[in-house]
């Protein structure tokens, strides 16, 4: 268990660094979370027998990092992940909110880069929702709340759209998704009373299905 938390915590870093656009620190980060993830033995008692020298001796893991694990084991918590969270703290909104909108953190760099996405006007907003949510995972809910709302009803969504949601995102649903029945692109109904499945075509017109019920295509309808 602890090696998973502190794998979690690692992979995390790992992205925030990406977020604040350091280069080659997110690869270690992550090939060190991805041994603890593996490691079978409990990192607790590696570090309990051998000390911060026992952490160093497992592959992917450097001096930098085993002094965070022990950190971790010692206290709790690594200040620098903590560090790194706040400094980060308005790229993380940025960065979620285009993760709603289906954009890697790699396509939103590119898009940034090549001024298909001007980045600087997302940041002041971004601001605004963390001072109003109080906390990154306030305001991540937030927009994730506003986002199936949103894309339940086709409807395009900004960050600002938080703001003006703010007062009834516990009202904010996302819209029902209904199935129902077709045979060859006609809508069908069901008779309860005769119960039979009926096909309405082009005139309008109730045909009797005689088909078999394996036909009937069952289609999303918003």
Same mark, same amino acid.
């Given at each position: 268990?602890?090696?998973?938390?502190?794998?979690?915590?690692?992979?995390?870093?790992?992205?925030?660094? *990406?977020? !604040?656009? @350091?280069?080659?620190k997110p690869s270690a980060y992550h090939r060190a979370a &991805?041994? %603890?993830?593996?490691?079978? /033995?409990?990192?607790?008692?590696?570090?309990?027998?051998?000390?911060?020298?026992?952490?160093?001796?497992?592959?992917?893991?450097?001096?930098?990092?085993?002094?965070?694990?022990?950190?971790?084991?010692?206290?709790?918590?690594?200040?620098?992940?903590?560090?790194?969270?706040?400094?980060?703290?308005?790229?993380?909104?940025?960065?979620?909110?285009?993760?709603?909108?289906?954009?890697?953190?790699?396509?939103?760099?590119?898009?940034?880069? *090549?001024? !298909?996405? @001007?980045?600087?006007?997302?940041?002041?907003?971004?601001?605004?929702? &963390?001072? %109003?949510?109080?906390?990154? /995972?306030?305001?991540?809910?937030?927009?994730?709340?506003?986002?199936?709302?949103?894309?339940?009803r086709n409807l395009d969504y900004a960050i600002e759209t938080v703001f003006k949601k703010w007062l009834e995102l516990d009202?904010?649903?996302?819209?029902?998704?209904?199935?129902?029945?077709?045979?060859?692109?006609?809508?069908?109904?069901?008779?309860?009373?005769?119960?039979?499945?009926?096909?309405?075509?082009?005139?309008?017109?109730?045909?009797?299905?005689?088909? !078999?019920?394996?036909?009937?295509?069952?289609?999303?309808?918003?």
């Amino acid at each position: 268990m602890t090696n998973q938390k502190i794998a979690k915590i690692l992979y995390e870093i790992e992205e925030l660094l *990406k977020i !604040k656009g @350091v280069s080659f620190k997110p690869s270690a980060y992550h090939r060190a979370a &991805l041994t %603890l993830e593996n490691l079978k /033995e409990d990192i607790a008692d590696i570090y309990k027998e051998k000390g911060v020298n026992g952490l160093k001796e497992i592959q992917g893991v450097g001096k930098s990092i085993a002094d965070k694990i022990e950190e971790y084991l010692k206290k709790g918590k690594i200040k620098y992940y903590e560090k790194l969270k706040q400094e980060t703290a308005v790229r993380q909104i940025v960065t979620y909110y285009f993760q709603t909108k289906g954009l890697s953190l790699g396509e939103l760099k590119r898009n940034a880069k *090549k001024r !298909k996405i @001007v980045y600087s006007r997302f940041t002041k907003p971004a601001k605004q929702l &963390l001072d %109003l949510a109080g906390s990154m /995972e306030k305001a991540k809910k937030a927009i994730s709340t506003v986002a199936e709302w949103a894309k339940s009803r086709n409807l395009d969504y900004a960050i600002e759209t938080v703001f003006k949601k703010w007062l009834e995102l516990d009202k904010l649903k996302p819209k029902e998704v209904v199935k129902k029945p077709f045979y060859r692109d006609d809508p069908m109904v069901w008779s309860a009373s005769k119960r039979k499945w009926y096909v309405i075509d082009k005139d309008g017109q109730w045909l009797e299905f005689a088909d !078999k019920e394996s036909k009937i295509e069952w289609k999303i309808v918003k």
